[in-house]
């Protein structure tokens, strides 16, 4: 287990963004497996690895991919969300930037489980220099045969376009993207129906953000569970550590406390013996009060329970 970081580990090896170094770290290899993997076979792996979204809501993305329709006659989609508006936020730029086949495989990879032959890279305005890259990629893996007509030799048909926005904010919010994409005003759509049954085009269609999509070849390269364990950001308690920042102090860093001993290779029992005893006991400090109570680390395992997610 590398118990470090994982999308960042090896994003200054020189020569990433090019498809011959890529592949040499491994890259592309999970599509080798599409012959002997179902579809519905990924969705499972990626529910077990607890994935969740990394564009700010946190929604589990095996779950997101599973309310795709199977039996719908239209056309699937996948869309990246590569908005990436938020003041202060770069991490997709320089994922994009620097290891850009990684997220066309976790595309592909996507784009099979959901039955989908289609997926565009939704970029704002200002990431022009970024598409170019994206681009040079898309072309490099299509006459490497990873995308287009017969995907690795599988016979699972894909391929991927980028699309510049106009850089407007509100264009990184998942319906208002789809507007955009289609040539319409970016302004948000009302839900229901989601996008996963009436998105682009209203076809089947699921978003995902750039750094989700790009821990998926990770999870089926080794596993989900290697997942649950490596993810440096510990997603279940990353999603703690926001809720519980918004409420009680004692609590939050309580949490981080017990991240930083897991980071540093802790087992778990020796854990329970330093996490203070108020998480362990499920008992909050005086300040924790209102609905946000739900959000105690019941089990003293750092996991609060899912319906507390959602945040975006
Ligand atoms: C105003 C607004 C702006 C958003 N901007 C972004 C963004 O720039 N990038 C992004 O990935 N998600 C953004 N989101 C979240 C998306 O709507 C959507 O939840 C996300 O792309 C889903 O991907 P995930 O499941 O992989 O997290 C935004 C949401 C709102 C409400």
Known sequence: MSRGPLLFKDIDTPGLRSIDTYRKGGG????????????????????????????GAGFPTGLKWSFVPKASPKARYIVCNADESEPGTFKDRELMEKNPHLLLEGMILAGYAIGSSLGYIYLRGEFEYIQQIIDKAIAEARAAGLLGENVAGSGYRFDLHTHLGAGAYICGEETALLSSLEGYRGQPRLKPPFPAVEGLYASPTVVNNVETLMNVPYILRHGAHHFRWDDPLFHDRLSARIIVVRDCEDQCRAII?????????????TLSNDVPAMVRNNRGSQNFRGPRR???????????????????
């Open 28 to 55: 592309y290899e999970t599509l080798a497996t599409f012959g002997q993997t179902s579809a519905d076979q990924v969705i499972e792996v990626v529910k077990a690895s607890g994935l969740r979204g990394r564009g």
């Open 257 to 269: 406390q017990r991240d930083e001993l897991l980071l540093r290779g802790q087992t778990k029992r």
């Open 294 to 312: 739900r959000g105690i680390d019941q089990n003293g395992d750092g996991i609060l329970p899912n319906n507390l997610f959602g945040l975006g």
